[in-house]
């Protein structure tokens, strides 16, 4: 059990405490109710008062006997009994229940809207009906003079279903395009429904008409308030025959007058999240609304707040038990919260002993909400990586900072900087090492890359060192080589300068030149800088002056000529790569032998013989060298159609690809045919050896005209004969004859 203090107002979380599994044996749980002293002060109100993973509503029936709640998963819906403080009965079902509703004083008649548009109702035993609705339901009431039930959903219709009769009556056109809430007064049976369009309608069930209309989204918004989106109704709750709430989407409650059109009081969480549910507690005048974060109570006809109760997950639905102080909350956590307010009411005589409870711990002293806290400022939690915690319930807002637990700080803080003792101790340590140091010799070290430009830095840095120590008021530069910026580039190969590179070359003139120019700026400034402490005169310029610019241009002079020489010697050592690259490659061509007197493919080459090794051929005395190939008999081939030199390519097996740029190479290789290819071919002519030898002759056949068989001779193979129309026919091997045949 929690107990705190908000406004001066004990609240118990009967709830808080661990809770034992299910699968656990009775021994097990009796050895850890031995041992574990928060399981010792855990008060089990009802035994296994919860659900597998979430409680989305949760109601009391009329006689106060029973508490039902809808969760999942599975769907399902679980019947506690309250005189015997356990589980009565647990049903599952097909779909997760939107809304449901307690017809009857006890358990015994039940009606469920589901998300799949079903309605199903239950009776004592079970299951008794399910039907179908024709839009998505969110909402429903019940009318008990007319036994209708009205449905409110994605859609501007509310349809009627009335039980007497067992059938759907005309259903209310409303002005809205979806309805998420209705309730229906219980004095004088006035049926509202609410909008998403911000609007609350009121009809009058008796004669089917809308009786008023209701602005509610314009009322709830303050003066000088930002407008993100409409607001629309989420929750709707009439108490007695005037009053009426509206819970809006933006967080704020609306009471009112059913005979103004005005609000008589707005109340606003301030958490920018829908309102849940709504609820009225007659004895004291309060209105308990709750949103998803936190249940607020007031009083209805101030405003003033009367307490909260900030649970640590999600709320989902509120129940208040009638005529107490307790409160049922459904959750997104499978344990359901019971608290229990003294203020507010006794407790229900099904548990009256937390009554003797209650007043023997008010009078020891107890833990307020802020005992055992840690205060913390914003730029805190920013420290400590904890600024997203900001509006949860691991804070708690006071002043000018936030009140989180203590062993949640500890525990954070450690986990931030657990070496922070280690850390203070090898620097302690570090430092006095360096005090120890800066009496010996200081020796400069080299990094592993770009020394040569490291070595430079240093330099340079030692004489602009020297010259501002000479300055009265004058500071020393940062250097390069201390910069982490630059520290890479003498680190990471990566970034080391190759000398031999072209761009190097043709830059190194033009850097080696600054750097001259910028040492003769140092030396010349050094000597300004002699020159005025010795002597008073301001503004002077000093001797040697002119000489300066002459030497600086006779010095541009000489490195426009370094720069044109490095050119000119990377020219000379490309040439001579390239021309070593050609060299290399006449080297590695091969050449193949070719008969000189035709161009035509020898008998060996037909044959399908490869050459194995290069073969060499001389030139004849008195014979004009054109090309290694017959250049007629090449342009003879390249005229030539493609037919034609597919087929003089398979007469001789082999393919040849001639070049006639110089060098005059020359490519020869030989068509393969693969072992299927060859098998093949090798049974077609077989299969053509074999019919030419059963061939026969025809010419004994007759040639009568009309249908019979005729036979003809002709040019083709062998004869022909067969059935056709005339007197012969005219077929492959049979010529022109007297018919059609077939051989």
């Known amino acids: 059990m929690q107990i705190s203090s908000v406004n001066d107002v004990k609240i118990y979380n009967l709830s808080h405490g661990k809770s034992l599994p299910e699968w656990l044996s009775d021994r097990k ?25 979430v409680c989305t509503s949760i109601k009391v029936s009329r006689d106060g006997q029973f508490i039902l709640a809808t969760g999942t998963y599975k769907p399902r819906i679980r019947c506690y009994d309250t005189y015997q403080l356990s589980l009565k009965f647990e049903r599952c079902l097909d779909s997760e229940v939107v809304a449901f509703d307690i017809l009857s004083d006890d358990y015994s008649k039940l009606v469920f809207l589901h998300s799949d548009r079903y309605v199903e109702f239950h009776s004592q035993h079970g299951q008794y009906y399910k039907m179908r609705i024709p839009k998505f339901g969110r909402d429903f009431s019940y009318h008990y003079p007319s036994c209708d039930l009205y449905f409110v959903g994605s859609s501007s219709e509310v349809f009627r279903l009335n039980l007497e009769q067992g059938r759907f009556l005309n259903s209310l056109q409303t002005a809205a395009v979806e309805n998420n809430v209705c309730d229906i007064n219980p004095v004088h049976h006035l049926f509202a429904t609410g909008s998403s369009e911000g609007r609350v309608e009121c009809w009058d069930p008796r004669v089917r008409n809308r009786v008023g209309t209701l602005d509610c989204a314009l009322s709830s918004l303050a003066e000088g308030a930002e407008v993100q989106s409409l607001p629309s109704i989420s929750a709707l709750k009439f108490n007695g025959s005037l009053t009426m709430a509206v819970g809006t989407s933006t967080g704020q409650v609306l009471l009112y007058d059913l005979r103004s059109n005005k609000p008589l009081l707005v109340r606003d969480h301030f958490y920018n999240l829908p309102i849940k549910s709504l609820n009225f507690h007659d004895q004291l005048d309060l209105v308990v609304s709750a949103d998803s974060k936190i249940i607020k109570i007031w009083n209805k006809d101030t405003g003033k707040a009367f307490s909260s109760i900030q649970p640590q997950t999600h709320i989902n639905d509120v129940c208040i038990y009638p005529n107490s102080g307790m409160l049922f909350t459904a959750n997104e956590d499978p344990k359901m919260n019971t608290f229990y307010v003294p203020a507010l009411g006794p407790a229900p005589r099904w548990c009256s002993f937390l009554d003797n409870l209650t007043e023997e711990l008010e009078e020891s002293p107890e833990s307020t909400v802020y005992d055992d806290y840690k205060f913390v400022t914003l730029k805190d939690l920013e420290n400590l990586g904890l600024s997203h915690l900001v509006g949860s319930s691991l804070l708690r807002a006071y002043m000018h900072g936030y009140f989180m637990d203590i062993r949640l700080y500890h525990k954070v803080k450690s986990m931030a900087n657990p070496f922070a003792y280690e850390e203070y101790r090898k620097d302690k340590i570090r ?8 009496q010996r010799v200081q020796v400069k070290k080299l990094p592993k890359v770009n020394k040569e430009l490291a070595l430079k830095l240093m330099e340079e840095g030692d004489d602009e060192a020297e010259l501002a120590s000479r300055k009265k008021k004058g500071k020393a530069l940062p250097s390069v080589l201390g910069d982490d910026r630059f520290k890479v580039m003498f680190e990471n190969p990566d970034y080391q300068v190759d000398d031999q590179s072209e761009e190097f070359r ?3 003139p033009i850097v080696s030149k600054v750097g001259q120019k910028r040492q003769k700026k140092l030396r010349l400034l050094a000597q300004q800088a002699a020159a005025s402490e010795q002597a008073d005169e301001d503004d002077k310029e000093p001797e040697g002056r002119a000489s300066s610019e002459e030497e600086s241009s006779d010095d541009d002079k000489s490195w426009v000529e370094e720069v044109r020489e490095q050119r000119r010697l990377i020219w000379e050592e490309g040439r001579g790569r390239r021309r070593q690259l050609r060299k290399e490659a006449d080297r590695n061509t091969v050449l193949l032998e070719r008969d000189q007197s035709g161009g035509e493919e020898t008998s060996n080459m037909a044959e399908g013989k490869k050459t194995s090794r290069p073969q060499y051929y001389q030139i004849k005395a008195g014979e004009e060298f054109r090309s290694f190939n017959d250049v007629a008999h090449k ?24 070049e006639t740029a110089v060098g005059s190479k020359q490519l020869t290789f030989t068509l393969k045919k693969s072992e299927q290819q060859r098998k093949q071919q090798q049974a077609e ?6 019919r030419r030898k059963l ?37 492959r091997g049979g010529g022109r004859g007297g018919g059609r045949g077939r051989y």
């Open 685 to 690: 002519w077989e299969h053509h050896e074999e």
């Open 695 to 731: 061939r026969r002759s025809a010419g004994h056949l007759s040639s009568d005209r009309g249908r019979g068989r005729g036979g003809g001779g002709g040019r083709g193979r062998g004869g022909g004969g067969g059935r056709g129309r005339g007197g012969g026919g005219r077929g």
């Open 635 to 658: 342009q003879r081939l390249q005229k030539a159609s493609l037919e034609d030199r597919l087929k003089l390519e398979e007469h001789s097996g082999t393919s040849n690809m001639t």
């Open 506 to 508: 043709l830059l190194n």
């Open 431 to 438: 430092q006095k090492i360096e005090e120890s140091r800066t």
């Open 29 to 53: 749980k009796r050895q850890l109710q031995n041992k574990d002293v928060d399981i010792q002060r855990r008060i089990e109100l009802i035994q296994d008062f919860e659900m597998p993973t």
